[in-house]
């Protein structure tokens, strides 16, 4: 499983995580990243600087591929 959220225990006080099945492509990352309540900070919020998305998207692609390629060294990530 793939938890995606704010980290740290503000995603558990608030509830705002997203869980998918691994493993999972860009799109499905992408679409939740959108459904999280912290979406609008990541994407320009107030005229802020927006997170570059796709780079985020890649950097949870390449991690669940990693922990994919260790699933046996790996209990938690």
Do not use: H
């Not at 998918?20 to 860009?26: D, F």
């Not at 890649?58 to 046996?72: E, G, P, S, T, W």
């Amino acid at each position: 499983m793939l938890t995606i959220g704010e980290g740290g225990i503000l995603s558990e006080l608030r509830g705002d995580t997203v869980t998918l099945c691994m493993p999972c492509n860009k799109y499905e990352i992408k679409v939740a990243l959108i459904k999280l309540r912290i979406w609008p900070l990541l994407n320009c919020y107030r005229n802020k600087k927006a997170v570059n998305i796709a780079k985020l998207v890649l950097a949870i692609f390449v991690l669940q591929r990693y922990a994919i390629d260790n699933k046996d060294r790996i209990i938690e990530l």
